[in-house]
Structure formats: structure tokens, C-alpha cells
């Protein structure tokens, strides 16, 4: 009976060992602390609307977007789905993104299918698209250095890289690809 017990304690601890073998030979994850996380936003914003305005007390910009979170330490904030409307006295320009960051108020970089568009009736630029693009807010110019597709009424430009100051309504390419013209 004493070979039966063995053989049975042999058998037990053997399948024990087996099954607690994954526990023991498991690489722990270190758990993520406080410290660990770099910045937490000082507060966030869901369905964001919001108006801004100039010195002079005219509407400078709008801003919607389905999140935003403000890191005012590290000096930006960031949006998720923004949509910016930025007015002047000549032209309005609207522009969506699938992200985008705020710098210091003032500097915006906006990420993932970037349209800008016109709403200005009978401008000869209606849209701009391409993946990325920076906005300097009070300045009004936006630059890229992606390839971008400008379209118009009558016309539609590709090229990479674009400068656009949007007081003058200036537009300038970088790397000119290709025009077509369209009849009426």
C-alpha cells in the first residue's frame, strides 16, 4: 500500500505541476503608475464649441470638435475631429481634420484627411486637401509639405508642399504636379 500512496502522490503532484506551471512561468507586465504617465490633461472638453475673437472684438475663429484635451503645462491642446473656421475680412475659410494640436494659442497642425475649404462665393479656390497642414492662427497662413490637391470651379492642381497666406489670398505651390482646366 505504501508503493500505491507514492505512485498516487507522485501522480498528484505531477498534474498540479502541470496545471500551475503556466501561474509560475508567467512574465509579469509592469503595471503602468502615476508616474509613469507623462501628462494628464488639466481637462477635457466632449462636443467642444467654441468662439474666439480678436483685439479689435470681430470673430477671429471658431472651433468644434467631438474631444479636446488641454495640457496647459506643456502648452497645447489637442482635438479629435475639429472642424476650425477661421474668418477675415475678405475670405472665411473652413477646415476639418481627423486631429489636431494647438500651440501656445496660436500655431495649429492639423493631421489626417485635411480639407480646408472656401466659403467664399465665386472664389477661385474652393478646397484644399491633403494629410497634413499648419495653420498660423493669427497670421492667417497655412503650409504643407504632403502632397496636396487644390480644386476649383473650373480647375484641379496637384502638387507637394504649399504656402497660402489667406489675407493676401495668395496660394503658392511648392512642387507644381500637374493642372486641368475644365470647361463650363
Not at 479656390?125 to 497655412?142: E, G, P, R, S, Y
Request: glycine share 4%; proline share 3%.
Amino acid at each position: 500500500m505504501n508503493a500505491a500512496r507514492i505512485i498516487l502522490s507522485v501522480l498528484f503532484i505531477s498534474c498540479m505541476v502541470w496545471l500551475w506551471y503556466p501561474y509560475f512561468t508567467q512574465v509579469s507586465l509592469p503595471q503602468q503608475t502615476e508616474a509613469d504617465i507623462i501628462a494628464k490633461p488639466d481637462y477635457t472638453a466632449i462636443e467642444l464649441k467654441q468662439t474666439a475673437y480678436d483685439e479689435n472684438g470681430k470673430i477671429s475663429h471658431k472651433v468644434t470638435a467631438a474631444r479636446m484635451e488641454l495640457y496647459q503645462e506643456l502648452g497645447f491642446t489637442f482635438f479629435d475631429k475639429p472642424i476650425f473656421t477661421l474668418y477675415n475680412d475678405k475670405q472665411t475659410w473652413r477646415i476639418n481634420a481627423n486631429e489636431a494640436t494647438l500651440y501656445e494659442g496660436r500655431q495649429l497642425i492639423l493631421e489626417g484627411n485635411v480639407v480646408a475649404s472656401n466659403l467664399t462665393d465665386n472664389a477661385m479656390i474652393d478646397k484644399i486637401n491633403t494629410d497634413n497642414i499648419q495653420v498660423d492662427i493669427k497670421l492667417l497662413t497655412m503650409q504643407s509639405e504632403q502632397p496636396v490637391i487644390v480644386t476649383g470651379p473650373n480647375l484641379k492642381i496637384t502638387g507637394k508642399g504649399l504656402e497660402a497666406d489667406l489675407k493676401t489670398e495668395v496660394i503658392k505651390l511648392i512642387n507644381h504636379t500637374r493642372t486641368i482646366y475644365y470647361d463650363q
